[in-house]
């Protein structure tokens, strides 16, 4: 079925800096899946989604994509690094028009322009934005810009969305019409989801999967049903429960 296939395998992730920050036996990401990393703060979930993303090498391991160890060669790298899209917390959108900040990853990546028009046009439309197409990026509000971000990663259609708190700072409105974004495009098409929230309520909302790290490790991962109703460790159901003290 294609919804088991796995998209991305970590085994025996280990990353220090100054100390050991991230080790990760083993994780494995399945096509179409939204998956919810959760965990306190300093636990290594941005940590591990730059590793996922090719921007942090870990200082040892195996990392596959569809099977298929990393390409050794810088140019096939790239193009596996743009078949993912990153968004982080604070957006940085370009100092243009919304539209020209969603065809950027499409002009990048060589499309004709009568596609980048096209697909432009249809995500706006899609996502409700297109009103806003051809407003100034650097005027809009905190949720808009947001959207935006979102919409500029998935316009090129990734295989991998990895969003690091897309939601941290916005309204109750906003973080609910991101939501419904990231579900529509998920079903939409067979593009796989992570997400890092501080927000356990948010990844119970979304997520189909998710894993709980502290301290570096991923101490459980598995259905959300699971992991917020009956979860195997008692840190997962301190944390879930917001009980964790740290
Ligand atoms: N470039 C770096 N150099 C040194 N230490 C780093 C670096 N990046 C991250 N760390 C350390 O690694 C640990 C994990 O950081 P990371 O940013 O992955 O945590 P996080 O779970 O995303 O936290 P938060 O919820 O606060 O964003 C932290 O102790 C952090 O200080
Ligand atoms: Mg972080």
Do not use: C
Request: net charge positive; charged share 25%.
């Amino acid at each position: 079925m294609a919804q088991e296939a796995v998209l991305v395998e970590l085994t025996g992730i280990y990353k220090e800096y100054d100390r050991e920050v991230l080790q990760v036996d083993s994780l494995v990401l399945k096509k179409g899946l939204i998956y919810g990393i959760i965990g306190p703060s300093g636990a290594g979930k941005t940590t591990l989604l730059r590793i996922i993303n090719l921007l942090t090498p870990p200082s040892s391991g195996t990392y596959h994509f569809k099977g298929k160890p990393l390409p050794g060669n810088g140019r096939e790298r790239l193009a596996l690094q743009r078949s993912m899209a990153l968004v982080f917390q604070k957006t940085l959108l370009f100092r243009d028009s919304v539209w020209n900040n969603v065809a950027y990853g499409l002009r990048a990546r060589k499309y004709s322009p009568a596609e980048i028009d096209r697909r432009v046009g249809q995500l706006l439309e899609q996502l409700g934005m297109a009103d806003l197409a051809h407003r100034r990026a650097d005027t809009l509000s905190g949720g808009e810009a947001q959207r935006v971000a979102i919409a500029r990663a998935v316009a090129f259609d990734p295989e991998l969305l990895l969003l690091d708190e897309p939601t941290a700072n916005l309204d109750p409105g906003n973080v609910e019409v991101i939501e419904e974004m990231i579900r529509k495009m998920s079903r939409a098409g067979s593009m796989t989801v992570v997400m890092v929230t501080h927000n356990v309520f948010q990844a119970r909302r979304i997520a189909d999967e998710v894993i709980f790290i502290d301290d570096g490790k991923v101490v459980e991962m598995g259905p959300a049903k699971k992991i917020f109703s009956k979860a195997e460790h008692e840190k997962t159901r301190l944390y879930v429960e917001g009980r964790m003290i740290y």
